[in-house]
């Protein structure tokens, strides 16, 4: 069974392509996060089962451009949030703090502030994320009691936020993936906009209704990938909005 390759989102956040991706997307207010909504309608899926998932929110901050305005900033942080794990190093040219809170072994809280230079520019990411694996019934109270209130305490404005589930189709009539991402992409009331396939592999970039944060300058605001290993009628997935941050 083919196995999703995850690194730590630490590493993804900062490349170039994703940091430009991210920095041209749009985030519109609303009552119910992305990832509750993926939840529920993959749920309606009998053959679907939830194997982990990923919320979480950044925010670029410019205010901070010396190593002592970092470490204040994370003693702030620190004194908020002393339950959490700290955890800081200093690489010379970057200034990289982590901290973790974990509920269990099924659900991690975590906070990560990097400070770097851009462009001759100093700017600072703040990422808060919650990752859990299955899906609970009591995750949906969880966001939206201590993941809101989490960014309240966190971030200055209003931070992008990215949702990510993945997990695996057990299909008895063995589908083709073609007719596997149709039927997620009716479920979802999306559309696809553009597309990659191979023999076992599709990815697909499209637009549904029933998410208001896009791509800036496009109608993007999910991905959906699906792969198989052909020996048999299980089927892996991942599903991102407004874009996909599990490595696939």
Known sequence: MYKWNNKMLTYILFSSLLV??????????????????????????????IEEWSVFAREVNNEIATKEEFERK???????????????FDEGDAWKAEATFSH????????????????????????????????????????????????????????????CMEGYISDNMNSALLAQMEKLLQRFNASEIEGVEDENFIS?????TLFTQSLKNTKINMQLGLRTDGLGARTSFVIGTPIITFEY
Do not use: C
């Open 20 to 49: 430009m991706v991210w920095g041209n997307s749009t985030t519109v207010a609303k009552d119910q996060l992305d990832i509750v909504t993926i939840a529920e309608h993959l749920e309606k899926e009998e053959n679907v089962s």
């Open 74 to 88: 994370v003693h702030t942080l620190k004194q908020k949030y002393p339950d959490f794990q700290w955890s800081f």
């Open 104 to 163: 269990g072994s099924h659900l991690t809280e975590s906070i990560r502030m990097v400070t770097t230079k851009e462009h001759a520019n100093i700017v600072t990411y703040i990422i808060y994320e919650v990752k859990g694996y299955k899906w609970d019934k009591g995750y949906p109270h969880f966001l939206i009691t201590t993941f809101e209130h989490r960014m309240n305490g966190i971030f200055m404005g209003t931070p992008s936020v990215f949702a």
């Open 204 to 208: 697909t970039s499209a637009h549904s």
